[in-house]
């Protein structure tokens, strides 16, 4: 067959013998090339965070068409994550936030750059989840035994299914799931469905939630942990402030990179007026027992004269 | 259903040989050619005059009353049904309301075409009708299906052309002047049928009144399209049934045949007496009395056998008298008995809706907001509006919508008649760029939130925005209308104004820390040393205070006059700050807990309560 065909043989080294002309052969090679996974998800392709620490843990940000999972306890910086990459999909294009609960708050969505307009909400909070969700799905159970326990586990299928019709309607960059502590579990066939729907409408999907719950249909898995959280007083004797807290993310996991890097990034109330401050630079001294990360700490900008260099 | 062109000398045949009822007309003798053949060189003479000729389409709706009823039962549809000359008192029935009474001498006014088959005729008794076929179903007529029926007759000749006249019930003509460029498609398809322009705007007529058929069978009701120079001319060539064209300057030769029946002369008294008169003279048909001298039938006939004879000259009206019209997209269903059960109303909705679907679809509309209106078997009225958060035509989520008002309140007592109202809006207009990102496109966006609102509520979906108000946790919400994408997108967030500062990156690496609110705030305990948090405890939380930000006080709308407190006290109340009064004054504080989470937890002054009001996450 190599005699037949000759430019199938992909062989880098061996095409420039093999094909006298190199263009010609780059061309064939263009054509036959052999299908790799990673290049399905090209860069331009991915949603950015603008927080490059983050960007660079997860490969150049999270991808389109598929479902990116986001974990980690209440407070531990679920939301503010979600919002950076809600900031940089809502300047051109439409996104939806979905969750269990009320808990979004429109003025820390202003605050994060989330062009408000351009976001859709919604609440079902009030669908009462499996009641009345089980009289309008008709394929899936949203009851679903424990495999460990007598106990049932609630599925957010109110949740599920607008992100479905959401996802069906098309023209959504991005589509945020945003589960309560009581979600623990969703069944394969329904995760696998929430992937599908992804997958065809080109969006991106981000699922919030306290643990893993798409299991091998997620494409990242990052778990968020709160590391510290920073008061700061402006003046001995004066009121404490909430500067922000450090946030420790680590890949779970990743399919279209390696897993289990982890970085830390601060979350602040107030971006412009804190930096964070380099562990070159810091002048607390590391102690025993000490992570480099604790030698992290937001520093007001004003004492380091303006904005500092961030890392 | 006849299909087929008007051929002169075979004023209701057709070329195919199949016939109606209706149609069944003798043949022309030898003679009669004859004078046809003549009738046609007079004709020629005007053609100039011809060509400019209006051109009207009658679209009839045949045995209306039953017609409108088997519309809005379509169960009906084949079941030997006869109608009762007048409804008369209605009869209690235990448990389900009343029913329509009526008694054996009752005459029928209207029967179906199966019991028409079994032999049943009109005014025969319902005695008489049941002796033949037992298994007959008698019903009154019912003015709110007709209504209905007529709307929808109406919305479909509207849908076709703009200058339309209702007339009697179920008769609708419409004015074929310049439709070849609003409907080109009909316009294409009769081009590549006729060789010449005759034909070829013949065969235009042709797919009108297809189309026209098409469309009224959309709406549930069967209607035969009469095309002519005049609206009594295509009155009469609707009522011989099917489709019937009559060529510009074939009205003679179509009306010479037509019997005396079809004009509905019968109708009054006078016309009654016309009639039986002209038929002792032998005058069976239009033909003959178009031959006569106007002055001696006048003199002697009257004003209406002058008129008859205008028509069997082909003379007509083509003014068409438009009035203006309510546009009410409404349907009304009187149940024969009375319904308790929501499921069976649902089928009935069901069938609603989707008749108004297609209505609104005829005409390019979604709907809005819905009003249903339930009479009572208690004589009483259950009104509701039903609000609609983003304008849909699927039948689906509207029929949620009202499932879910009426199971939150279900009527009080057996329901009889229903009434459901939808409020027309235009669809939104989408043009994307092909250079942009794509956007949502809107038919499906708002099918899709009409289904979420439907599954979660019209208040949990939409935009959500900050209200204006110093309140912290004041929110309000807005219909999802996103802008179209920006032409150049703006820059990042470190790059716009206001953010930028000297020396700052644009990639900061600092996120914005987000709030997640709790709505309504939850009252929770906090144990405090010399007014120092300690500890804290509520519904979901229990733990140490680690740190301390705060307090910051809050204190405002203490401006508002105790009307306006009272109002929003109230709004408030049924809203989401259930527990939160309409002037706040508020210490803040940040309290980060031993569980690990930095909570927004704040102290009424009014109430000297302790509330949760958010988390950092």
Same mark, same amino acid.
């Not at chain 1, 009289?135 to 460990?148: C, E, F, G, H």
């Not at chain 1, 623990?184 to 719950?213: D, N």
């Not at chain 2, 099917?242 to 003679?252: A, K, Y």
């Given at each position: 067959m190599a005699a037949a065909y000759p430019y199938l043989r992909i062989e880098p080294d061996n095409v420039t013998a093999i094909a006298p002309n190199p263009e010609k052969s780059k061309v064939i090679l263009e054509i036959n090339g052999v299908f790799r996974g990673r290049e399905l998800t090209r860069k331009d392709r991915r949603i950015v965070s603008n927080l490059p620490l983050i960007d660079d843990l997860i490969g150049g940000g999270?991808?389109?068409?598929?479902?990116?999972?986001?974990?980690?306890?209440?407070?531990?910086?679920? *939301? %503010?994550?979600?919002?950076?990459?809600?900031?940089?999909?809502?300047?051109?294009?439409? $996104?939806?936030?979905?969750?269990?609960?009320?808990?979004?708050?429109?003025? %820390?969505?202003?605050?994060?750059?989330?062009?408000?307009?351009?976001?859709?909400?919604?609440?079902?909070?009030?669908?009462?989840?499996?009641? #009345?969700?089980?009289?309008?799905?008709?394929?899936?159970?949203?009851?679903?035994?424990?495999?460990? %326990?007598?106990?049932?586990?609630?599925?957010?299928?109110?949740?599920?299914?607008?992100?479905?019709?959401?996802?069906?309607?098309?023209?959504?960059?991005?589509?945020?799931?945003?589960?309560?502590?009581?979600?623990?579990?969703?069944?394969?066939? *329904?995760?696998?469905?929430?992937? #599908? $729907?992804?997958?065809? %409408?080109?969006?991106?999907?981000?699922?919030?939630?306290?643990?893993?719950?798409?299991?091998?249909?997620?494409?990242?898995?990052?778990?968020?942990?709160?590391?510290?959280?920073?008061?700061?007083? *402006?003046?001995?004797?004066?009121?404490? *402030?909430?500067?922000?807290?450090?946030?420790?993310?680590?890949?779970?996991?990743?399919?279209?990179?390696?897993?289990?890097?982890?970085?830390?990034?601060?979350?602040?109330?107030?971006?412009?007026?804190?930096?964070?401050?380099?562990?070159?630079?810091?002048?607390v001294t590391r102690l025993a027992g000490q992570s480099r990360y604790d030698l992290y700490r937001l520093v007001p900008a004003n004492r380091l004269g303006g904005c500092g260099q961030v890392e | 259903m006849y299909r087929g062109r008007f051929i002169p000398g075979d004023p209701c045949g057709d070329s195919s040989g199949e016939s109606s009822p209706a149609t069944r007309l003798e043949s022309p003798s030898p003679h009669d050619r004859s004078r046809l053949a003549l009738s046609n060189k007079s004709a020629d003479a005007g053609e100039v005059r011809k060509k400019h000729a209006a051109r009207i389409a009658c679209i009839l709706v045949s045995n209306f009353p039953l017609a409108a009823i088997v519309r809005s039962n379509p169960e009906l549809r084949d079941r030997p049904i006869g109608l009762i000359r007048m409804p008369t008192a209605k009869r209690p029935v235990a448990g389900k309301g009343h029913a329509v009474a009526y008694q054996p001498h009752s005459e029928l006014t209207h029967i179906s075409a199966a019991a028409k088959a079994a032999g049943i005729q009109t005014e025969m008794t319902v005695a008489q009708a049941r002796s033949l076929l037992p298994s007959l179903t008698v019903m009154a007529p019912s003015p709110a299906a007709e209504r209905a029926a007529m709307d929808a007759l109406i919305d479909a000749a509207e849908s076709l052309s703009p200058v339309f006249e209702a007339g009697q019930p179920g008769c609708v003509w419409i004015d074929l002047g310049g439709l070849e460029n609003l409907h080109r498609h009909a316009k294409a398809g009769a081009a590549a049928r006729g060789a010449n322009a005759p034909d070829a705007a013949s065969a235009f007529e042709h797919e009108i009144a297809e189309e026209a058929a098409g469309r009224v069978n959309r709406i549930g009701l069967d209607a035969a399209v009469g095309?002519?120079?005049?609206?009594?001319?295509?009155?009469?060539? &609707?009522?011989?049934?099917?489709?019937?064209?009559?060529?510009?300057?074939?009205?003679?030769?179509?009306?010479?045949?037509?019997?005396?029946?079809?004009?509905?002369?019968?109708?009054?008294?006078?016309?009654?007496?016309?009639?039986?008169?002209?038929?002792?003279?032998?005058?069976?048909?239009?033909?003959?009395?178009?031959?006569?001298?106007?002055?001696?039938?006048?003199?002697?006939?009257?004003?209406?056998?002058?008129?008859?004879?205008?028509? &069997?000259?082909?003379?007509?009206?083509?003014?068409?008298?438009?009035?203006?019209?309510?546009?009410?997209?409404?349907?009304?269903?009187?149940?024969?008995?009375?319904?308790?059960?929501?499921?069976?109303?649902?089928?009935?909705?069901?069938?609603?809706?989707?008749?108004?679907?297609?209505?609104?679809?005829?005409?390019?509309?979604?709907?809005?907001?819905?009003?249903?209106?339930?009479?009572?078997?208690?004589?009483?009225?259950?009104?509701?509006?039903?609000?609609?958060?983003? &304008?849909?035509?699927?039948?689906?989520?509207?029929?949620?919508?009202?499932?879910?008002?009426?199971?939150?309140?279900?009527?009080?007592?057996?329901?009889?008649?229903?009434?459901?109202?939808?409020?027309?809006?235009?669809?939104?207009?989408?043009?994307?760029?092909?250079?942009?990102?794509?956007?949502?496109?809107?038919?499906?966006?708002?099918?899709?939130?009409?289904?979420?609102?439907?599954?979660?509520?019209?208040?949990?979906?939409? !935009?959500?925005?900050?209200?204006?108000?110093?309140?912290?946790?004041?929110?309000?919400?807005?219909?999802?209308?996103?802008?179209?994408?920006?032409?150049?997108?703006?820059?990042?967030?470190?790059?716009?104004?206001?953010?930028?500062?000297?020396?700052?990156?644009?990639?900061?690496?600092?996120?914005?820390?987000?709030?997640?609110?709790?709505?309504?705030?939850?009252?929770?305990?906090?144990?405090? !040393?010399?007014?120092?948090?300690?500890?804290?405890?509520?519904?979901?939380?229990?733990?140490?205070?680690i740190s301390i930000a705060g307090p910051w006080r809050y204190q405002g709308e203490w401006w508002a006059t105790a009307d306006e407190a009272q109002e929003r006290s109230a709004a408030a109340s049924s809203g989401w700050q259930g527990n939160a009064p309409a002037t706040y004054a508020r210490d803040y504080y940040e309290l980060a807990l031993a569980d690990g989470g930095v909570y927004r937890v704040y102290r009424d002054h009014y109430t000297l309560q302790w509330f949760l009001d958010g988390v950092y996450d």
């Open positions: 999270i991808v389109r068409g598929r479902i990116s999972e986001f974990c980690g306890a209440t407070g531990s910086g679920k *939301t %503010s994550l979600a919002m950076s990459f809600a900031a940089q999909v809502t300047r051109n294009e439409a $996104a939806a936030w979905i969750e269990s609960s009320d808990n979004l708050d429109p003025a %820390s969505m202003i605050a994060a750059g989330i062009e408000p307009t351009r976001m859709l909400w919604v609440s079902c909070r009030d669908a009462k989840l499996v009641h #009345r969700a089980n009289r309008l799905m008709d394929d899936d159970d949203p009851v679903i035994p424990s495999l460990n %326990s007598g106990w049932r586990h609630r599925v957010p299928v109110a949740s599920l299914k607008a992100a479905e019709w959401i996802l069906a309607a098309g023209g959504f960059g991005l589509v945020i799931i945003d589960f309560d502590a009581t979600v623990r579990f969703l069944p394969q066939s *329904t995760a696998l469905r929430l992937a #599908r $729907a992804a997958e065809r %409408s080109g969006a991106a999907v981000i699922v919030m939630g306290e643990r893993q719950m798409c299991g091998t249909f997620a494409a990242l898995g990052l778990t968020l942990k709160r590391y510290r959280a920073c008061f700061n007083r *402006t003046r001995s004797g004066a009121p404490a *402030t909430f500067d922000g807290q450090m946030i420790e993310a680590r890949v779970m996991r990743n399919k279209l990179g390696g897993s289990g890097r982890s970085v830390v990034w601060p979350a602040a109330v107030d971006p412009c007026g804190f930096v964070r401050q380099p562990p070159s630079s810091s002048p | 095309i002519a120079a005049s609206k009594e001319v295509a009155h009469l060539a &609707a009522r011989c049934g099917g489709l019937r064209v009559i060529p510009p300057g074939h009205e003679r030769e179509f009306l010479d045949w037509m019997p005396l029946e079809l004009t509905e002369l019968g109708s009054d008294r006078i016309g009654e007496e016309l009639e039986l008169r002209l038929k002792r003279l032998g005058l069976r048909r239009l033909g003959d009395l178009a031959r006569l001298d106007i002055r001696a039938v006048g003199s002697r006939f009257g004003a209406t056998a002058v008129t008859l004879m205008r028509l &069997a000259q082909g003379e007509g009206d083509a003014t068409l008298q438009m009035r203006p019209r309510s546009e009410v997209f409404a349907e009304s269903v009187e149940l024969e008995y009375g319904i308790e059960n929501l499921e069976a109303l649902g089928f009935i909705l069901h069938a609603m809706l989707k008749r108004l679907g297609e209505r609104l679809q005829l005409r390019g509309l979604v709907a809005g907001d819905m009003t249903l209106s339930l009479g009572l078997a208690d004589r009483s009225h259950d009104d509701r509006r039903i609000a609609v958060a983003a &304008a849909t035509a699927e039948v689906r989520s509207l029929l949620m919508l009202l499932n879910l008002s009426l199971a939150s309140k279900p009527p009080p007592a057996a329901i009889e008649t229903i009434r459901l109202t939808l409020e027309p809006r235009p669809p939104r207009p989408a043009q994307n760029d092909m250079f942009l990102p794509p956007s949502p496109a809107p038919d499906r966006l708002e099918a899709a939130i009409a289904r979420i609102a439907a599954m979660c509520g019209p208040d949990r979906v939409g !935009t959500l925005l900050p209200a204006e108000s110093y309140r912290p946790e004041a929110v309000r919400l807005a219909e999802f209308a996103p802008p179209p994408p920006p032409k150049i997108p703006p820059p990042p967030m470190g790059e716009r104004s206001g953010q930028k500062r000297e020396g700052l990156p644009n990639k900061t690496n600092i996120a914005r820390m987000a709030v997640r609110t709790i709505r309504p705030a939850e009252k929770i305990e906090v144990m405090c !040393t010399r007014e120092t948090p300690e500890f804290v405890r509520g519904a979901n939380i229990a733990s140490r205070v």
